[in-house]
């Protein structure tokens, strides 16, 4: 029997995965999509998720592909007015078509058994927990059956009515060195340099695009005007493919987990991508996890519980500050007050710079520590 199953492949997963393998542990990752796909995401990854990244020993290799450092924050209101912020840590632009690509080979080169393309078509707790996994080339339905099931599929409980929505760019007038937030009438958008081009993230109400006939490019044609500083620095960009579009999620650590089923990253809970926490948040999350199972299994003592509510801990102060965030520069008469704040050196510095920090105390502690 394997020790551990891990139901998707992104950076949660693999995360979870390697450190797993690294303690000599069974893994197999099931993965619905073949890779390299893109996934809609700010793609800005923490400093948080860096620091998981150098302790699995991979960071040079994620580095190598290209991540752009990232040590600034700028905030621009409708009006063009802005307030520049330097990031208390760095962050890394880099698209997901790289990093979960270059993770997952990293993962499967590290021992971990790779079922792809397959999909996850139930999970079941238990004493073994098991999951029934289509083989997407022949159509047969094979139930897996592990000690512990890791859900790290992005596929948590909590859509808004929110869409997130991205589309990847060239020529765009932007510094190679910052992310930038757009405050925008009713939501917000936000820029980042990436490997090869300019990422550019949305989130849109989805009465928005329900008022353009579901057109995204009248959509987002609509909401780049807003924004005079927005508008300006797409003015000569070129766009590289089509927008794409996803429910956005937003819920926090729910109770009740399945008897040896833990869910990590986006399954575990959802925060506003303001923050540019989430992929750090998974990455960080996966690495918990794979500590707390490698106890247990170990002859350690029920972790289920101690987990969650770690994981609880984790995310409560980043959901409520990237909530309120997101909300301010959704409103041009808020985002105006919060960046002469943030001008002045008043509150929003303080507030940013609690984000992308690791909390120490939230790593998983084994009862021997």
């Not at 302790?55 to 924050?73: P, S, T």
Request: hydrophobic share 45%; net charge positive.
């Amino acid at each position: 029997m394997l020790d551990v199953l891990i139901i998707g492949g992104g950076p949660a997963g693999t995360a979870a995965g390697m450190a797993l393998r690294r303690r000599g542990r069974s893994v197999m990752i099931v993965e619905q999509r073949r890779f390299p796909r893109d996934k809609v995401c700010g793609e800005c990854l923490s400093s948080l998720g860096i620091g998981v990244l150098e302790r699995l020993g991979v960071a040079g290799a994620v580095r190598g592909q290209g991540a752009r450092e990232l040590r600034r924050a700028v905030l621009y209101a409708t009006d063009g007015r802005a307030c520049e912020l330097n990031l208390p840590q760095a962050m890394w632009g880099i698209s997901r078509r790289v990093l979960d690509a270059t993770l997952l080979s990293t993962a499967t080169d590290a021992g971990t058994e790779l079922f792809q393309p397959a999909r996850c078509e139930g999970i079941f707790g238990g004493a073994p927990p098991h999951a029934l996994v289509r083989d997407l080339t022949n159509n047969t339905v094979h139930r897996i059956e592990a000690q512990w099931i890791i859900v790290a599929n992005g596929k948590g409980q909590g859509a808004s009515r929110d869409l997130g929505v991205k589309a990847r760019f060239e020529n765009v007038n932007v510094p190679a060195d910052a992310i930038e937030l757009f405050g925008l009438r009713g939501h917000y958008g936000g820029l980042a340099p990436i490997e090869d081009g300019y990422n550019a993230a949305f989130s849109v109400p989805a009465a928005r695009l329900r008022q353009c006939g579901r057109d995204l490019d009248a959509v987002m044609d609509r909401a780049i005007a807003q924004n005079v500083a927005l508008a300006r620095r797409l003015a000569g960009a070129r766009r590289v493919g089509d927008w794409i579009a996803s429910p956005l999620p937003r819920f926090g650590v729910r109770g009740n987990w399945p008897s040896g089923v833990i869910p990590v990253g986006n399954a575990a809970a959802a925060l506003e991508p303001i923050g540019g926490e989430g992929m750090g948040l998974a990455l960080y999350s996966g690495e918990m996890a794979a500590e707390a199972i490698d106890a247990a299994l170990s002859g350690g003592a029920a972790i289920q519980e101690k987990l969650r509510a770690q994981f609880a801990r984790l995310w409560r102060g980043r959901r409520i500050f990237c909530r309120a965030m997101a909300l301010a520069l959704s409103s041009p008469p808020a985002a105006r007050v919060i960046i002469a704040l943030g001008s002045a050196g008043i509150g929003v510095r303080v507030a940013l710079a609690a984000v992308g920090k690791p909390r120490s105390s939230a790593r998983f502690a084994t009862a021997s520590q």
